[in-house]
């Protein structure tokens, strides 16, 4: 049994592979690595920061998930693909892996950043999304 955070990225995964906005910036199979990776072609993305908080009542777990999925770009109009990820997410309640389902999602944040190489660029969208446990 994998946990909510992985159930979540894999569902999130499936999404943008569906989405050809995504998959002509990110490539076939998609350029998304657990953590940033210095020597991944540009552009490409990575799992970023995750903040769970329990929202359960008595007998039911619900979780208050957030996650980031960091982009990294180089010479390139960095906020295409910012945009285009998060238009991919918006509107859609993929599947979880058993146990758990799919309350609600939404991306709650985009933005894009400078970085210390000049050259690069670091957007990120951050999900909404609340998770429960059906056992």
């Given at each position: 049994m994998s946990g909510p955070g992985d159930a979540l990225k894999t569902a999130?995964?499936?999404?943008l592979r569906s989405d050809a906005g995504v998959t002509a910036?990110?490539?076939?199979?998609?350029?998304i690595f657990p953590e940033r990776s210095h020597q991944a072609g540009y552009p490409h993305a990575s799992w970023g920061r995750a903040q769970v908080r329990d929202r359960g009542a008595s007998g039911v777990l619900?979780?208050?998930?957030?996650?980031t999925l960091d982009i990294w770009l180089r010479d390139g109009v960095a906020l295409d693909l910012v945009d285009a990820v998060r238009v991919a997410l918006t509107g859609v309640k993929p599947e979880l892996a058993a146990p758990w389902?799919?309350?609600?999602l939404a991306p709650a944040y985009a933005d894009l950043f400078t970085t210390t190489h000049s050259r690069v660029r670091r957007g990120l969208v951050r999900v909404h999304a609340l998770i429960a446990r059906d056992d």
């Open positions: 999130l995964e499936t999404v910036q990110l490539g076939v199979p998609l350029r619900l979780l208050d998930y957030r996650q389902r799919l309350v609600s």
